[in-house]
Each structure stands twice: as C-alpha cells, then as structure tokens.
C-alpha cells in the first residue's frame, strides 16, 4: 500500500465495509466506560482488603450483632455495617476470640473506623485524580454526533432517535455514587 491518494481511497473503501458511524461510536462509549469500571473496580477491590478484614474481626469479637450497644460504637446505627458485612462475606484466615467486654471491642473497633477512613481519604483522593476528560469527550461526541449519523444511516429522523438517551458526563459525585465511599463515625 502506498502513502497518499490512494491510502485514503483504500480507507474510503474500507469504511464502506466497517460498522456504520453511529455504531462505532455507541461501541467507543462502551468500551471506554467498560475500561473506567474495570479500573475502578479493581482499585476499589484490592483497598478494600483491609476494611473487609477490620470488619469481619469485629463481626467476630462481636460473636452476634445484637450485642452492638456494649460496644465502642454505642449509640451509632450498626446498620450499614451489617449490610456491608453480609455483601462482603469477610473470611478470616486465624479466629478472633469473642469479646466478654465493651473494652475487648474497642480495639476493634478503634481498627475499623481508622481502615473505612484511610480507604475513604484514598478513595476520594483516586476519584478525583481519576482521568475524566478522554471519556467525557467520548460521551460527548455521542452526544452531538450519534443521531445525526444514524439519521444518515437510516434516512430516518424518528428511527435515528428511537432509543437514544444523551450520557451525562463522568464527574466526581457519579463516580461515588458508583463507587461510594465507607460509612464513617466520629470518634470520641
């Protein structure tokens, strides 16, 4: 293949046997928010090592979620932890003995709240960090171009907006509400 004309005419031709326009770029916004998730989610996975195990070591010097008001967390709702607890299945590799007292659950506790809040300032700290604007152009090149190129490919204006809903960009605050932080209590 020669450089030049007849490069392009070769590019022209392929194009011809390509997906439609408005495909490839409903497939680009695909792929680029399958890439974001995919990199959220495994970040997001390997810091929450800590905060599960911190979780399941109180689960366990717990013995029983009923017992919650003995312990250092009394007069906080124990609610989203035992939803967290039941989402994540936390597995402990050595036994943690059962707590006979409020203090024995202090320490575990003092350890949870500081693992929810150093994944929570990391979290947020990658959140904001995180590269928006290469997808965002994406979504919003979706946004101005993929009815106008499915009008052309159909020749219908009703058919080109049937089923087409404009993307909001990636910002901070549809990220967390994606991947939301831990809950957090004040210490005291």
Same mark, same amino acid.
């Given at each position: 293949?020669?450089?030049?004309?007849?490069?392009? +005419?070769? &590019? /022209?031709?392929?194009?011809?046997?390509?997906?439609? =326009?408005?495909?490839?770029? %409903?497939?680009?916004? !695909?792929?680029?928010?399958?890439?974001?998730?995919?990199?959220? $989610?495994?970040?997001?996975? +390997?810091? @929450?090592?800590?905060?599960? #195990? &911190?979780?399941?070591?109180? %689960?366990?010097?717990?013995?029983?979620? $009923?017992?919650?008001?003995?312990?250092?967390?009394?007069?906080?709702?124990?609610?989203?932890?035992?939803?967290?607890?039941?989402?994540?299945?936390?597995?402990?590799?050595?036994?943690? %003995? &059962? *707590?006979? $007292? %409020?203090?024995?659950?202090? @320490?575990?506790?003092? &350890?949870?709240? +500081?693992?929810?809040? /150093?994944?929570?300032?990391?979290?947020?700290?990658?959140?904001?960090?995180?590269?928006?604007?290469?997808?965002?152009?994406?979504?919003?090149?979706?946004?101005?171009?993929?009815? #106008?190129?499915? +009008?052309? *490919?159909?020749? $219908?204006?009703?058919? =080109?907006?049937?089923?087409?809903? !404009?993307?909001?960009?990636?910002?901070?605050?549809? #990220? #967390?509400?994606?991947?939301?932080? @831990?809950?957090?209590?004040?210490?005291?």
């Amino acid at each position: 293949m020669s450089v030049g004309g007849e490069g392009n +005419e070769v &590019r /022209k031709i392929l194009a011809q046997f390509d997906a439609p =326009a408005f495909v490839r770029r %409903a497939k680009a916004v !695909e792929v680029a928010d399958e890439l974001l998730h995919t990199r959220c $989610s495994r970040q997001r996975e +390997e810091w @929450l090592e800590m905060p599960r #195990l &911190r979780l399941g070591q109180l %689960a366990a010097a717990l013995g029983d979620w $009923s017992r919650w008001p003995i312990s250092a967390g009394a007069g906080h709702d124990p609610q989203p932890l035992i939803d967290l607890h039941t989402q994540w299945q936390p597995r402990l590799k050595v036994p943690v %003995a &059962r *707590a006979t $007292s %409020a203090g024995q659950l202090q @320490l575990p506790w003092d &350890r949870l709240t +500081e693992s929810f809040g /150093k994944f929570n300032r990391r979290w947020r700290a990658f959140v904001e960090q995180f590269p928006r604007d290469e997808i965002n152009q994406i979504r919003d090149g979706y946004n101005r171009y993929y009815v #106008l190129e499915k +009008e052309c *490919a159909t020749g $219908s204006p009703a058919l =080109a907006r049937r089923g087409f809903v !404009e993307l909001a960009p990636i910002t901070v605050p549809s #990220l #967390l509400t994606w991947y939301p932080l @831990l809950p957090e209590w004040q210490t005291e």
